[in-house]
């Protein structure tokens, strides 16, 4: 069974940047999309992005487009969320999720919920 942990979450001041890394063990990485998901205090977890299982496709929602950058190492069995320009708004827990398969879904939390999650890492920016 696929195990996902997210790292390099952290406090960083508004207009920096960081790498969040999604370390996947126990099933064939190359298989699935990755995406990533943020929940903020008291609020709803949403969509901010997502690759594909070779990295050649990508999508971001609009608030992060431009900012934020979804990779992937199937080598390393490893997918990245490079975050700059950072706004307090972004502040949350950042989960990555692996699809349950190589394509993705947009806006249907249905489609993840079928795959595999994180436990989340904090990223917490401030003003």
């Known amino acids: 069974q696929v195990q996902l942990v997210e790292s390099g979450g952290g406090l960083v001041q508004a207009g920096g940047s960081l790498r969040l890394s999604c370390a996947a063990s126990?099933?064939?990485?190359?298989?699935?999309?990755i995406a990533w998901f943020r929940q903020a205090p008291q609020k709803e977890r949403e969509f901010v992005a997502v690759?594909?299982?070779?990295?050649?496709?990508?999508y971001y929602v609009d608030p992060v487009a431009g900012r934020f950058t979804i990779s992937r190492d199937n080598a390393k069995n490893t997918a990245y969320l490079q975050m700059n320009s950072l706004k307090p708004e972004d502040t949350a827990v950042y989960y990555c999720?692996?699809?349950?398969?190589?394509?993705?879904?947009?806006?249907?939390?249905?489609?993840?919920?079928?795959?595999?999650w994180g436990k989340g890492t904090l990223v917490t920016v401030s003003s």
């Open positions: 690759t594909d299982w070779s990295g050649g496709s990508e």
């Open positions: 999720a692996a699809g349950p398969g190589p394509s993705f879904v947009i806006g249907d939390m249905n489609y993840w919920n079928k795959g595999t």
């Open positions: 126990g099933r064939t990485f190359r298989s699935y999309a």
